[in-house]
């Protein structure tokens, strides 16, 4: 029997339904028709975050940051190259917590950058302080 998972779409945030063997084909949105993995970070606001966090039968990984954390700056360009590495086995993403506030409430974001990887609307780990995409690629396998 092929397994098969619940992945919502980055870009009109429709659910599609996928058997696993596909997974790794570069599927497309059965609504839209753009690519479920697109090797970026998905933005994340209050508008499509629970979709996305309850969803998905993949982990998703979260990047909670702001424009004025120098740190945070630095590790975007790591955590997009670790999007590339890590899907389409997980969902990156990304939360302006400037932009957002009451999400960085919401989980409880102390300092930033802070990780916090998802895994059906809940959180299973979180880990705060830059990191280079090899560390946040290791750190995602060994959480999920
Ligand atoms: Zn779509």
Do not use: Y
Not at 40 to 65: K, M
Not at 99 to 124: H, K, M
């Amino acid at each position: 029997m092929t397994e098969s998972f619940h992945l919502v779409c980055p870009s009109c945030n429709a659910v599609n339904r996928l058997a696993s063997t596909k997974l790794d084909e570069h599927p497309l949105c059965g609504k839209c028709r753009q690519p479920i993995f697109n090797g970026h970070p998905l933005e994340l606001n209050s508008g499509n975050i629970d979709r996305h966090l309850q969803r998905n039968d993949i982990p998703v990984l979260v990047d909670f940051w702001a424009p004025w954390c120098g740190p945070c700056k630095m590790m975007a360009p790591q955590f997009a190259q670790a999007a590339g590495s890590l899907e389409p086995r997980f969902r990156l993403a990304k939360v302006n917590t400037e932009a957002e506030p009451e999400l960085g409430g919401q989980w409880g974001i102390r300092s930033i950058p802070t990780l916090v990887l998802f895994r059906a609307g809940r959180e299973v780990a979180r880990q705060s302080g830059a990191m280079g995409a090899q560390d946040i690629i290791r750190w995602a396998k060994s959480q999920a």
